[in-house]
């Protein structure tokens, strides 16, 4: 039976892999629904070769390009702050890929989980802001993991059972100053934080793996994904990439995943679990890599880590506040607005600064995100 598939952020690094999963698997999905910010070029293309039902869309100029573009076509396009979520409640659809950055994703997630359909996730920002919330919705394998790291986690916990879990061990490439000085780092521009030396990704992403606050966006998405205390989740710099994460269990077995970067692996995994189907990737030939090393991050170096850890282990607001601010910084940093090193120090004056709720509700939870972007974008002025 074919599954009928939604992408957000069909035109990203995740969407562009996720299109190249379907378009190997064809007998088994069907793409109803694409969603875009602002490349609308591509998504054109996409449009043509998928032929989607529906296209959400919240750039008016996008909107009138395409219309204009498809203007014969049965394309519905839904426009409006809450197109991502109408697309997602549409009838038809099976399961979501969520591959926008942000909080745009939470709603979206929230309504997919609500429906009961699959939720194939890369979208860690849904579970940084309101992990209770959106964990408390989820049915078992509901939310299937995109990210590398946490698909690593998902398949190595085949080896075992949750309650058997000693600790993950998520692993970091370090990004491209891991081993840079650090008296240098308030000095590195854009340019240079762009250039990732593993991955292809978007801005945002790619500046977060610098800064490694993706890394620390990870803790906390494994903390609510796997139901981990904060005492069970590592972190490693492996800058090879080739294992992508590690379970170790209570007997002491640690169980990793590996294979080459390629993100079409979780993706496709996600899709089409609990089977694995044929898939055309680079083979692993551990005889020319050669080694595999291994070395402890450093969080005076890299503080974000060690917020990420905070915001893990006090859950609550502390989340969604270091997500919203961190946002505004790193566009910030992009503006030529502010140093590579205050991303993090400001992420943190207003981590210290915000009003903290244990148990927020989703109201709670929107408030806080309001609340961090107006006072970091106080604080960067």
Not at 246 to 261: K, L, R, W, Y
């Amino acid at each position: 039976m074919i599954k009928n598939i939604v992408v957000l952020g069909s035109t990203g690094s995740i969407g562009k892999n996720t299109l190249e999963v379907v378009r190997n698997l064809k007998d088994e999905f069907r793409v109803v629904g694409l969603s875009a910010n602002s490349r609308w070029e591509l998504l054109s293309e996409q449009i043509d070769e998928f032929q989607p039902a529906y296209i959400a869309l919240n750039n008016g100029e996008l909107v009138k390009k395409l219309k204009n573009r498809f203007s014969n076509n049965r394309l519905e396009i839904i426009t409006g702050n809450n197109c991502l979520k109408e697309l997602v409640l549409r009838d038809e659809v099976d399961i979501v890929v969520s591959a926008v950055v942000g909080a745009v994703g939470l709603p979206a997630a929230i309504a997919t989980l609500q429906q009961g359909k699959t939720l194939a996730l890369a979208n860690k920002e849904s579970l940084v802001m309101a992990g209770h919330i959106v964990m408390s919705l989820a049915k078992k394998d509901q939310i299937l993991p995109v990210d590398s790291e946490h698909s690593a986690i998902f398949q190595a916990l085949q080896s075992g059972r949750r309650d058997e879990i000693k600790r993950v061990i998520i692993t970091a490439s370090g990004g491209p100053f891991y081993d840079y000085p650090q008296d240098k780092l308030s000095d590195v521009k854009p340019a240079q934080a762009l250039k990732h030396p593993t991955w292809q990704m978007g801005q945002k992403i790619t500046i977060d793996s610098a800064t490694l606050m993706n890394k620390a966006l990870e803790i906390i998405e494994a903390r609510w994904l796997f139901d981990l205390k904060t005492e069970q989740i590592d972190v490693v710099i492996h800058p090879q990439s080739i294992i992508h994460s590690m379970v170790e269990f209570c007997d002491g077995s640690v169980i990793a995943q590996m294979g080459m970067p390629d993100m079409k692996v979780p993706i496709q995994y996600a899709l089409t679990y609990p089977d694995r189907k044929s898939l055309s990737v680079q083979h692993l030939d551990l005889s020319k890599i050669g080694s595999l090393t291994f070395k402890k991050p450093d969080m005076k170096k890299f503080p974000a880590l060690r917020l990420g850890f905070q915001a893990a282990k006090e859950g609550g607001t502390v989340g969604v506040t270091l997500n919203a601010a961190n946002e505004v910084a790193v566009q910030a940093f992009l503006n030529g607005q502010i140093k590579f090193t205050e991303i993090s120090s400001s992420v943190e004056k207003v981590i210290n600064n915000h009003l903290f709720i244990k148990n927020p509700c989703l109201e709670d939870i929107l408030a806080a995100d309001s609340w961090a972007r107006q006072e970091i974008t106080k604080c960067l002025l």
